[in-house]
């Protein structure tokens, strides 16, 4: 079993920038990976960015060339950097630990309980 703790949700102006950062304890996989999912207010969730064990990562195209995932997810930490920030990345940013199947990430070992990202224009 796992428990994952995301951290650093705000409210910022649009053009700023915000990390977020996910802890990660229990029993992790040496084959792990971890993926970023965010769900607007009334909206369906969508997966933002992923990393591997590898550190390869992969990013949605909304965020491409603004967010930035790393970290170590054998030493338990998960971060998110999120820069040029726009109204529409509001929502509630959970972190997630998975793994992969050929190129496509399944969330399949634990959720965080989300963190609020609120950007004014």
């Known amino acids: 079993q796992v428990h994952l703790m995301e951290s650093g949700g705000g409210l910022v102006q649009a053009g700023e920038s915000l990390t977020l950062s996910c802890g990660v304890s229990?029993?992790?996989?040496?084959?792990?990976?971890a993926g970023w999912y965010r769900q607007p207010l009334g909206k369906q969730r969508e997966l933002v960015a992923t990393i591997n064990s590898g550190a390869r990562t992969n990013y949605a195209d909304s965020v491409k060339g603004r967010f930035s995932i790393s970290g170590d997810i054998a030493s338990g930490m998960v971060y998110l950097q999120m820069n040029s920030l726009k109204s529409e990345d509001t929502g509630v940013y959970y972190c997630?630990?998975?793994?992969?199947?050929?190129?496509?990430?399944?969330?399949?070992?634990?959720w965080g309980q989300g963190t609020q990202v609120t950007v004014s224009s």
């Open positions: 997630t630990l998975g793994t992969f199947t050929g190129s496509t990430y399944y969330p399949n070992v634990g």
């Open positions: 229990g029993r992790i996989s040496m084959s792990n990976a």
